[in-house]
């Protein structure tokens, strides 16, 4: 039985969940990431009484999002898991609104994976024909793939539903750390996933 480490990070919230010999326990905080991180993990150690040593692996985001955020815990998980010499591994927010759309609705077939941005802009990755980038509200539809009227699901954007006859399905609290301890078959190395707007 693997015990793995999860952590994510933005601007206004840091999650720290723990699968550790078949339990789960988490910590979600509405605290200033960059500065609570190394806090919050020791709190969670300490008061489950878990020792660190017996951690297998560590997960993180790889993206898409606050790029300081991201960046934040790839670098706590990336000097924890060389203090630990562990694994540390990354699955990006889009993996987890497909595996969570899964669990959530029972549908396994493919989506549109959209993720609010900054400047009224939509992250966005179809996983039927791998296509992704970032995409003014009102141009979503013309970035996507109209043959195949495919779901969206992640953050509800009104700007978008206004635009769109596409089914929708909200997944709410997707950041959430504890929905990373089960992504094993979609992990990378600990890299951000950097995304530029289109042309």
Request: contains cysteine.
């Amino acid at each position: 039985m693997s015990n793995v480490l999860a952590v994510t990070a933005d601007l206004k919230r840091c999650s720290i969940a723990l699968k550790f010999e078949g339990q789960l326990f988490g910590i979600n905080e509405n605290v200033n990431a960059p500065t609570h991180l190394v806090k919050l993990a020791q709190d969670l150690c300490v008061r489950n009484k878990i020792d660190l040593q017996k951690i297998d692996r560590i997960i993180t985001a790889s993206g898409p999002g606050s790029f300081t955020g991201i960046r934040t815990a790839q670098s706590f998980v990336k000097g924890l898991s060389l203090a630990l010499n562990i694994p540390a591994v990354c699955a990006s927010y889009f993996q987890v609104i497909k595996n969570l759309f899964g669990k959530t609705f029972g549908q396994e077939n493919n989506l549109v994976a959209v993720i609010k941005s900054e400047k009224n802009q939509v992250y966005f990755y179809d996983f039927a024909t791998g296509n992704f980038g970032v995409s003014p509200y009102d141009s979503l539809e013309k970035a996507l793939d109209s043959t195949q009227n495919l779901p969206l699901a992640g953050d509800k954007i009104d700007e978008i539903l206004q635009n769109t006859e596409r089914e929708f399905f909200e997944i709410k609290d997707y950041k959430n750390a504890k929905n990373f301890l089960e992504l094993t078959e979609f992990e990378s190395k600990v890299s951000p996933l950097y995304i530029n707007a289109r042309a």
